[in-house]
């Protein structure tokens, strides 16, 4: 005869109530529970809108200012740059600048460091006056990414600048928060701190607000100011208007009219003094500012050319050698003040090995980045 072993569970004494149980008694009850529900329906409610990231309100017209428009590109003089990579994965590169010939406010030597991965973009930049600029970005999660950066100036006349802030990349929507140069030193908070939202609302139209507090001194009274934007994306086209707190009304209008075609028009028209702060900016005048430009991508090269209602001409060429060597070719008419500078520059980026040299040519015929396809692209 064959004996049956049966198992019984021996029951374990427990001290208190475990980690499970305290959690549980603040999430299963009535409260919480309302709560959860009225969250998940709202996240799927807004889920099955289908809403785009409409990016930041720094870059709300990015598409004519820096996509179109050659104002942030012009030069005068002459200008070589040199650099050298290293390595792409990570990946780490140098630059070294030389430029004679132009404005006050280019340096004639320059040297630069940049490494970059899926989390971290590091920059320095130091020129001839021992001038040190310098950039960290970290990602600290999927969406979440720290920003800080810092100029340090060899010259006592010109201040030393900081900031720090976080960006927030939802979804649908984009938050940050800078603060430049913090300091409680004096007993009190002093600096410019900013806090910036733009949503989408509808999957072509997104709003959003910049509220700014600055205190340059303990014996000056603090000042908050507000501004404003709004997106509209068309099939082919966007659209932005922002009102400033200065009193400045920004529009802009971009349009793709062929696939390698864009064309953008800028308006500025400046009521500063007319509203709330006018002190800080001077004595009040109506003052404005069209633009126009356009941009036509060719296969080895870039041409922009804009021209505004002051009647300045500008033009900006990029070239791109089948040997890598890129050279560069501005120029600006004035005819109002009857002024005129013109610009030249050539880059070559050298790779630091043949293996480099090789993954730079598959790069280049592929159009694609360094890393895999699931790589995120360093949060600059």
Not at 190 to 218: C, D, K, N
Not at 359 to 375: C, F, N, R, V, Y
Request: aromatic share 8%; proline share 5%; with cysteine.
């Amino acid at each position: 005869m064959e004996k049956t072993t049966i198992e019984v569970p021996i029951p374990i004494p427990q001290d208190g109530p475990t980690s499970s149980g305290v959690v549980s008694a603040f999430t299963n009850n009535p409260v919480a529970s309302s709560i959860g529900r009225a969250y998940n329906a709202f996240h799927e409610r807004r889920a099955s809108f289908k809403l785009s990231n409409p990016g930041s309100i720094e870059n709300v017209s990015r598409e004519v200012t820096q996509g179109v428009l050659v104002n942030n590109m012009m030069f005068s003089g002459f200008r070589a740059e040199f650099g050298k990579i290293f390595s792409h994965a990570p990946q780490f590169q140098t630059v070294h600048s030389l430029s004679m010939g132009g404005d006050s406010s280019q340096n004639p030597w320059a040297f630069a460091g940049i490494y970059c991965t899926p989390k971290t973009f590091l920059q320095g930049v130091i020129d001839n006056d021992f001038s040190l600029q310098g950039r960290a970005n970290y990602r600290l999660t999927r969406k979440l990414t720290a920003k800080t950066s810092m100029q340090l100036a060899h010259d006592a006349e010109e201040r030393a600048h900081m900031s720090l802030g976080a960006e927030y990349t939802g979804d649908d929507f984009t938050a940050e928060i800078k603060g430049i140069n913090p300091s409680i030193l004096e007993n009190a908070l002093t600096g410019t701190m900013s806090a910036s939202y733009l949503q989408s609302v509808t999957p072509r139209l997104a709003l959003g607000f910049e509220t700014i507090w600055q205190r340059h001194a303990t014996s000056e009274p603090p000042m908050t100011l507000s501004q404003y934007a709004l997106k509209y994306k068309g099939d082919d086209w966007i659209g932005t208007a922002q009102l400033l707190a200065q009193g400045v009304v920004q529009t802009s209008y971009w349009r793709r009219l062929t696939e390698k075609i864009e064309a953008g028009v800028n308006l500025n028209l400046e009521f500063v003094g007319l509203g709330a702060g006018a002190s800080m900016f001077g004595p009040a005048r109506n003052e404005g500012l069209a633009t126009i430009g356009t941009k036509y991508n060719f296969r080895m090269a870039t041409f922009r050319g804009q021209v505004d209602s002051n009647g300045k001409v500008s033009a900006h060429l990029e070239k791109q050698s089948p040997q890598g060597i890129v050279f560069t070719f501005a120029g600006e008419m004035d005819h109002a003040k009857n002024a005129a500078k013109v610009g030249m520059s050539f880059q070559i980026e050298a790779p630091g090995s043949e293996e480099i040299a090789e993954l730079q040519e598959k790069m280049a015929q592929s159009g694609q980045a360094p890393g895999s396809a699931d790589d995120m692209p360093p949060p600059i």
